[in-house]
């Protein structure tokens, strides 16, 4: 799958409403580099907000959402 194609399909899942993790990007779409996704996705014009949030063994992850 191409950068261009995983953008795509995240910017997809963005703007169905749902946020984002480094490990759902991974498992949803394969793709290991979200940062570098969203800063693609960001060069578009789009506004996106970055949450940090704590997973299941306490760490703390970013969660991109789409701004409305």
């Known amino acids: 799958m191409t950068t ?3 953008s795509s399909k995240i910017l997809a899942y963005l ?3 749902n946020g984002i993790t480094p490990i759902e990007a991974l498992n949803l779409f394969g793709c290991f580099r979200l940062g570098a996704r969203i800063a693609d996705i960001k060069k578009m014009g789009y506004n996106i ?3 940090m949030v704590k997973v299941g063994d306490g760490k703390r992850v970013a969660k991109y959402h789409l701004a409305i």
């Open 4 to 6: 261009k194609s995983q």
């Open 49 to 51: 907000v970055t949450e």
């Open 15 to 17: 703007k169905e409403g």
